[in-house]
């Protein structure tokens, strides 16, 4: 039976409380009371598949339940469905009808929804379709084959592969601004349903669109991503999704996709997942540059990994026999959004608006800053050839600090720096202008900041800023020698020649200048 109007009321209660955190947070910055109300006029669409509350023991059932026949156009269930609303908010049941079967799907309608204006025969098939012939990017293969291909085979506890796919009116609320238009449930894997469904939107979203498509895609791979690894954090596994997306033609890839993150969130934590617009746009941006990075290929293996989150990556990179971690990646996915520049440093899928930056004068002594544990502080250095600054953790809080150079020579440079040390870097020769400094540890977000003017000469050999260029600067060299702009543990603080690479001919102007006193 359909749910009672009790439960058209408002929003799912368990996560009100982050989302009003989160909301007046961003109700502090001016840009965002500006700009809400002219981007998002219309309620933004939201998968809520990980709004669901799951059994901590994911159900794997030994033997597979087979039902007797498939379904036929016009068999009838009555299905679980989910309100995500305050007030009678949480399972329901409600009645459905097949309406369609295709080669990898049923197509089942609520009802109450069919052969009005938003859900009809046609739309039903255009979906069909799209799931299992024909997408955007690939005229040849349907999302099923293209989001199996990418992260690996869907769960079948029925003895039927095909997807039922649930078209409906999901309950939320308009209070919020957001609507959510596509989820699954993973209880439905267990007795007594026992079968694969995905649900999709009719109201307000349109089921013969590209957001439609998108929607399937993406929950498709979430399905996925539950069978390899019913653990795998929210961030990573929604941003699996949406690039499943953008793999199968429906994400938007212009620079409009993503300026509210780019303008109002970047320095918010990667790996911390509140259901955020902001939220999707970041885990979208990071693993859209995975894939650039790594290949279509490293996702499967990705998602396949039992391990969840940063060690997923780790492991990952490791058993690509790659030099780099998590920790290196971030410094340069964060240099690649600044950029945009080509190869590594940039994006050959999608556009990117210019990112939020603070632009610091020279000299600036002891600048109180806040770098979120994996977010990304941007800063400009101004114009000044040689800069010395010095940067330092004023909590628990171990820091990366990436050196970000544009120009004829881009390169990024991710710099370590634990919490208990302070740490002084040189830019030498213009070559490094922009730094994006994160937390990658601890409980605190702040770090205090120093940029002055580097007098040529011996002052560039004197690396801990200390007036004398002695053994200790020797042994801060020998720490950098053989680098080239690009390895991991290049600093350009060595870099005394501005070639770009640290070498003898490096070494030979340090020794000149050891010794000196100033």
Request: proline letters at 6%; glycine letters at 6%.
């Amino acid at each position: 039976m359909s749910p009672p109007t009790t439960r058209k009321c408002d929003h799912l209660f368990a996560n009100i409380t982050a989302r009003l955190r989160s909301f007046c947070i961003y109700l502090c910055s001016s840009a965002f009371i500006c700009g809400w109300f002219s981007v998002h006029a219309q309620p933004i669409p939201q998968s809520g598949t990980h709004l669901i509350p799951r059994p901590t023991t994911p159900y794997r059932p030994a033997t597979k339940i087979s039902f007797s026949t498939p379904f036929r156009v016009g068999d009838t269930l009555t299905l679980p469905a989910y309100s995500f609303q305050l007030v009678g908010g949480g399972k329901y049941h409600t009645t459905t009808t097949c309406r369609y079967v295709g080669d990898h799907c049923y197509i089942f309608v609520e009802d109450d929804m069919w052969n009005t204006p938003r859900v009809t025969q046609a739309g039903i098939e255009s979906l069909a379709r799209a799931f299992d012939q024909s997408t955007a990017r690939h005229p040849d293969r349907g999302i099923y084959e293209t989001v199996t291909n990418l992260f690996g085979d869907p769960p079948d506890v029925d003895a039927d592969p095909r997807i039922l796919i649930l078209v409906l009116d999901v309950l939320d609320s308009p209070i919020t601004g957001i609507t959510f238009i596509g989820y699954i449930d993973i209880d439905n894997e267990a007795p007594p349903v026992s079968r694969e469904i995905i649900y999709i939107d009719a109201r307000p979203l349109d089921i013969n669109s590209n957001l439609a498509r998108a929607t399937l895609a993406h929950e498709f791979q979430h399905l996925i991503h539950w069978k390899a690894d019913p653990d795998e954090a929210k961030w990573l596994d929604e941003g699996c999704s949406e690039y499943a997306e953008l793999a199968c033609g429906y994400k938007d890839t212009t620079a409009a996709a993503t300026e509210n993150f780019f303008s109002l969130a970047a320095n918010t934590d990667l790996t911390y997942w509140e259901d955020q617009f902001f939220d999707f746009d970041q885990a979208y941006l990071y693993m859209t540059y995975f894939a650039q990075r790594y290949g279509d290929s490293a996702l499967r293996k990705l998602v396949a990994d039992p391990d969840s989150s940063i060690a997923s990556i780790d492991n990952l990179l490791q058993s690509l026999n790659m030099p780099e971690r998590f920790d290196h990646l971030f410094g340069q996915w964060a240099a690649a959004m600044y950029l945009d520049g080509e190869g590594d440093l940039g994006y050959r899928a999608i556009d990117l608006p210019p990112v939020k930056r603070e632009i610091l004068t020279t000299p600036t002594n002891n600048l109180a800053r806040r770098a979120t544990r994996w977010g990304i502080d941007y800063l400009d250095l101004g114009e000044t050839p040689d800069l010395a600054f010095t940067i330092q953790s004023t909590g628990d809080n171990d820091l990366l600090v990436t050196l970000i150079a544009e120009g004829n020579h881009p390169f990024a440079a991710p710099i370590p720096i634990p919490a208990s040390q302070t740490k002084r870097i040189h830019t030498s020769g213009n070559i490094a202008r922009s730094l994006a400094i994160t937390s990658t540890s601890g409980t605190a977000t702040g770090y205090t900041l120093s940029v002055s003017e580097l007098a040529p000469g011996p002052a560039t050999s004197d690396f801990d800023g200390d007036g004398e260029i002695g053994f200790s600067d020797f042994l801060a060299f020998v720490s950098g020698f053989g680098k080239t702009a690009g390895d991991i543990g290049f600093d350009p603080t060595f870099d005394l020649d501005g070639d770009l690479r640290v070498t003898f001919s490096d070494f030979l102007i340090f020794v000149q200048n050891f010794g000196a006193d100033f």
